[in-house]
């Protein structure tokens, strides 16, 4: 998604706790406990805080959701980065607008 693409959003793009709660607990049978002891967790508040959408995907719960669903650390990690990215657009929107770009020399 091109950098002026996130001008036009309204609300942010999800969570990544949203796809972990609507899509991947569901589609695997797990709750946030099963899934924290899965992951090697020694209990199952990150992961409650994350389907909470609470707390952010941080490096090392991407890395351990990855080895668990057998996806990349790079899809958590992107998914945090771009629904953290929509919300400072809309946050900063009318700052934003006013920055003017620079043209190579």
């Given at each position: 998604m091109a950098a002026r693409d996130y001008f036009k959003f309204v609300t942010p793009l999800p969570h990544p706790g949203e796809h972990l709660r609507e899509e991947f607990l569901p589609d695997y049978g797990l709750t946030a406990g099963s899934l924290a002891?899965?992951?090697?967790?020694?209990?199952?508040?990150?992961?409650?805080?994350?389907?909470?959408?609470?707390?952010?995907?941080?490096?090392?719960?991407?890395?351990?959701?990855?080895k668990v669903f057998g996806t990349t650390a790079d899809f958590w990690m992107n998914l945090q980065a771009q629904h953290d990215l929509s919300a400072a657009a809309i946050r900063s929107r009318q700052a934003l607008k006013a920055i003017k770009p620079v043209a190579a020399a």
């Open positions: 002891k899965a992951m090697g967790l020694r209990d199952r508040t990150r992961i409650e805080r994350l389907v909470r959408e609470a707390q952010p995907v941080t490096p090392d719960t991407a890395l351990r959701l990855a």
